[in-house]
């Protein structure tokens, strides 16, 4: 007859033995991944932002070589999770009416809705960002309105910092354009040597812009978010992590009237 005591005494052993984790560290791919060994059944791989660092935890009987051989069965979905966390971007949301706050560059504007029967359009003026529409107009001209001063911003901005960076990554980005994208800040094509740009980076600082940018161009050289990837961000823009958290931790551009 099983006793209530000694199956309570062995429940606590187990649990002492499930709280022994054991931490190493494995190089897989020319990457390093965090090994946890621990009273887990299974193994399960994460990958973790924001610089997309993998983590294995395991049982503490699997070895070194059956974790290694687990974690190159699924390079692939490392480097697709990766690229979701080195792409993400928050989804901004938008009414564009008198008093609603818009980041340009950083720095927010006050919209202050200005009724014409002239010219349309979204003029930077002090503090305020001022929009220029007519009676009736619909909330996509006034997004419309604010879209294309974005755009201009960064047409402004785009051609001498990417010349600069071509210089200093000796690369060749062929064309750039502007897109508005809801999931992502950049993107490219690399056999077009073809970079797109979120228009939403205008609302964002300079250094953001230019942490995506350079990401970006590094894609020129390295395909893969690999520990190559890494590496060139880490030579030619050392604080491209900060830059990054900065990125996805600002508040949203563009914030409703109170
Ligand atoms: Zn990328």
Redesign the pocket.
Known sequence: MRCVGEAGISWQNQLMANRRERHTKLRVAGFEVDVVRKGVKNLNLSVRPPDGRVRLSMPHSVSNGEAREFVMSRLAWIDRQR?TI??RVPLPTSRYVDGDVVSVWGIERTIRVDTTVGRRGANLDGVDLVLSIRDGDATERRVGLVDDLLRSELRGALPDLIAFWESVIGVDVAEWRLRKMTTRWGSCNISKRRIWLNVELATRDPESLESVVV??MI?LVERR?NARFYGLMDRYLPDWRDRRAALNESPPPVRSAP
């Open positions: 690229s080195a792409d990401h970006e894609h978010h």
